[in-house]
């Protein structure tokens, strides 16, 4: 197997380097087989010489060459309120003088029409975990009072729909919430680290329907947050 070596004394680098005048430095470089030179440099064996695991090289290539694209999350939250469908929707559509959980900081960038159609806000979540993430949401469809649709930019990307279903006195509340993230740090430790950021996700969602309920001042009856998967299934979280 070609080992690579840097050149010997007084030989020229470009006999060695697969036709470059200097070695190359890239992370790509790195990561590529050991069959790296078209004329490769011999050297003894030294049976005593640890030699590095490719497993270990691989999966810290993996971290760094794939792990820095974006993860694509998808979650279907749902709980049930004690409560009018009407009400509940007029706080999902004019939530600012609610009191919200502290894990929760808005501001009203832009009020929308009076369906709340054009609706504007900024918003930064802090996980159980401490870090932070920051994104703007935009309303852009209402289906009073069944459904609110809007679309998010910044730390995520992505859309998230509320789905209201009454039932005699109470309403039922499905969140869908389909996002990327773009925070580069997460994107690289999704691949080990993405288990603790649905984690958080949950948590979150718990803090955000409880703080629904007191501001309802309504009872909650259940609710759930599941995962779905890139095939379509889904489990509790």
């Known amino acids: ?63 760094f060459l794939v792990g820095g694209r974006s993860t694509s999350y998808q979650f279907e939250s749902e709980w049930a309120l004690e409560s009018r469908i009407d009400r509940v929707f007029d706080l999902l559509v004019h939530p600012d003088d609610a009191e919200g959980p502290r894990s929760l900081q808005s501001t009203l960038l832009e009020s929308g029409d009076e369906d709340g ?66 925070k580069r740090w997460m994107n690289l430790l999704a691949p080990l680290a993405q288990p603790v950021f649905v984690w958080a996700h949950d948590r979150v969602m718990d803090q955000l329907i409880s703080s629904m309920a007191h501001n309802l001042d309504a009872h909650l009856i259940s609710s759930r947050t599941r995962l779905v998967t890139e095939d379509g299934s889904s489990r509790d979280i």
């Open 1 to 63: 197997e070609a080992m690579c070596l840097p050149p010997p004394p007084g030989r020229p680098r470009s006999d060695v380097w697969s036709g470059r005048s200097s070695p190359p430095h890239s992370l790509a470089w790195l990561c590529r087989p050991s069959s790296c030179f078209s004329q490769p440099y011999r050297s003894r064996p030294n049976p005593t010489r640890p030699q590095p695991s490719t497993g270990v090289i691989a999966a810290i290539c993996n971290i």
């Open 117 to 182: 159609v054009g609706r504007r806000a900024w918003y930064r979540i802090r996980s159980p975990l401490i870090y932070r993430m920051e994104f703007v949401a935009e309303v852009v469809e209402v289906e009073r009072p069944e459904r609110l649709h809007s679309i998010v930019s910044g730390d995520l990307e992505g859309t998230g729909t509320y789905h209201l279903t009454p039932d005699d006195g109470t309403t039922t509340v499905r969140f869908d919430w389909q996002v990327t993230t773009t």
